[in-house]
């Protein structure tokens, strides 16, 4: 029997902390070397989805965004690299890319859409988009990119079905 490929899951968050929620379902599924592309406007829930997905890794401190430092460097279940692009200037090798890229931690770049095609060929993208019926409402849309980010968006749609997210 073959699986079903799955191109994206949609998920309607109502709260900041629905948004973290969903982080931490995701984390459950993160292994070293996976790349998760955050995409959206200013204040749209990415660092709230961060901190979410940080706390789901065991990271006891508060993820904050590195917005002026470009990385910040957390320790849980497994290393998290957290990138913001939205002030980057020149290339990605100032932050150090090469070396945290594949290497034996996450990587979770926000304003991923500053590097299109770079970041996310394998690996998780993630568009955070307000939504227009609710005034603190945001439509979160995860896509698969290569077999990798298929076989999380799969164990994600697998844990949806079984616990849907509010």
Not at 70 to 87: A, S
């Amino acid at each position: 029997m073959q699986s079903r490929l799955i191109q994206q899951l949609e998920y309607i968050s109502r709260s900041a902390a629905a948004t973290r929620r969903l982080g931490r379902r995701l984390a459950a599924y993160l292994r070293p070397g996976d790349v998760i592309c955050l995409v959206g406007d200013l204040g749209a829930g990415k660092t709230t989805f961060v901190q979410g997905l940080a706390a789901g890794l065991g990271v006891r401190d508060l993820a904050t965004s590195p917005t002026f430092v470009l990385v910040h460097e957390y320790h849980g279940r497994i290393p998290l690299f957290h990138l913001d692009l939205y002030r980057l200037s020149g290339d990605l090798t100032e932050v150090g890319l090469d070396d945290i890229l594949g290497g034996d931690a996450a990587v979770v770049v926000e304003w991923a859409e500053r590097m299109p095609g770079l970041l996310c060929e394998t690996g998780l993208e993630i568009a955070f988009d307000f939504d227009a019926t609710r005034a603190t409402g945001r439509r979160i849309v995860v896509r698969a990119a290569g077999e990798r980010g298929q076989q999380v968006l799969s164990q994600l749609e697998q844990e949806r079905d079984a616990r849907p997210c509010d």
